[in-house]
């Protein structure tokens, strides 16, 4: 595609219940990143896919934030048991392959409000 | 205390006026330098990216990086309303995938 997309574009729900959220990265793109900006915060890194390789979760703040990544493209970032911290907007990167400091490009990001 | 300090601003000025913006860190073993801009409710889109210290120029964009003093710089030059937006810093290490990012500082450039 022409850039990394992200669905839905916001989400609002309620203390406790799961949410999915999806990336789909630039066609070609191995490399693909999940990051949270909550206001105040700026952006923070949560987890990184290379290939195969077994994905950077050094990120991510609890155990209820989870992320795959099948068949090497799209990637869905699950948060269950929402709390209102979690609020904030998650942007999703992708990069040609993750190489040395390579350009990472930025979806525009799902708005999450836990109620 | 953060790894990236950046004022959040928000900095509001005239159009045609020269732009600073700043950021400091702790971490000395950063060696990527790079300035995102992000307009509402968009993502972030890579504006300037330097490696080590020195200066690098793209038009009326500066990047400068002094890694003696942990310190780097934007500066815009002739200032348009169209460069209004929030500015960020990110940076990382030799080897390392993810960016580290300032707060980001809202710029807003008056007509």
């Known amino acids: 595609g022409a850039g990394v997309s992200q669905s839905p574009s916001n989400k609002v729900t309620e203390k406790g219940k799961d949410v999915e959220l999806r990336c789909d990265p630039i066609?070609?793109?191995?490399?693909l990143y999940w990051y949270r900006q909550s206001l105040g915060q700026g952006l923070e890194f949560l987890i990184y896919?290379?290939?195969?390789?077994?994905?950077?979760k050094s990120g991510l703040p609890s155990d209820r934030f989870s992320a795959e990544r099948t068949g090497g493209s799209v990637s869905t970032l699950t948060i269950q048991r929402t709390q209102q911290e979690d609020s904030a907007v998650y942007l999703c990167?992708?990069?040609?392959?993750?190489?040395?400091?390579?350009?990472?490009?930025f979806g525009p990001g799902t708005r999450l409000l836990v109620l | 205390q953060k790894e990236v300090e950046q004022d959040p601003g928000p900095l509001s000025v005239p159009e045609g006026a020269i732009v600073s913006l700043n950021c400091t860190y702790s971490?000395?073993?950063?060696?990527?330098f790079m300035w995102y801009r992000q307009y509402s409710r968009k993502g972030p889109e890579l504006l300037m990216y330097?490696?080590?210290?020195g200066n690098k120029e793209d038009g009326r964009f500066t990047a400068q990086v002094d890694k003696s003093s942990k310190y780097i710089s934007l500066f815009i030059r002739d200032s348009q309303p169209s460069d209004s937006a929030t500015y960020l810093c990110?940076?990382?290490?030799?080897?390392?995938?993810?960016?580290?990012f300032g707060q980001g500082t809202r710029l807003t450039i008056n007509p």
């Open positions: 990167a992708s990069s040609r392959s993750g190489g040395r400091q390579e350009t990472q490009y």
């Open positions: 066609s070609g793109h191995t490399a």
């Open positions: 896919f290379q290939g195969n390789s077994a994905p950077d």
């Open positions: 971490n000395s073993a950063f060696q990527y």
């Open positions: 330097t490696y080590s210290s």
């Open positions: 990110a940076m990382s290490a030799q080897g390392a995938q993810k960016l580290v």
